[in-house]
């Protein structure tokens, strides 16, 4: 794996990381309007808990999917526009549009 491909998939981690927590209201601290508008509604918020009920690995194995889906996107906007910065927060929004 190349260095800057490393670079990229630790910080967006802490990114994807900070975004399921704010998805699932389980932050402690204010965050920016843009990171609350879109959260887990009800259902997604009970899907969740039921599923963190059976194994504690619930939210580490979401974070491992949606981290896959973002390097995905990735790939692809570096595929069509070459070596040029993507627009991260837009490639995490579509990210957390995947989980409704």
């Known amino acids: 794996m190349k260095q800057n491909t490393t670079i990229f998939l630790a910080v967006k981690s802490i990114n994807v990381t900070h975004s ?24 997604q918020f009970k899907r969740f808990s039921k599923f963190n009920a059976i194994s504690k690995r619930t939210f580490f194995e979401l974070h ?16 069509k526009k070459g070596p040029a910065l993507a627009d991260f927060n837009d490639l ?9």
């Open 20 to 43: 399921l927590l704010v998805y699932f209201y389980l932050n402690n601290s204010d965050v920016p309007p843009h990171m609350t508008e879109l959260r887990a509604g009800r259902k």
């Open 64 to 79: 491992a999917h949606m981290l896959l889906f973002l390097y995905d996107r990735w790939q692809e906007e570096y595929a």
């Open 92 to 100: 995490l929004s579509q990210v957390k549009n995947s989980l409704h």
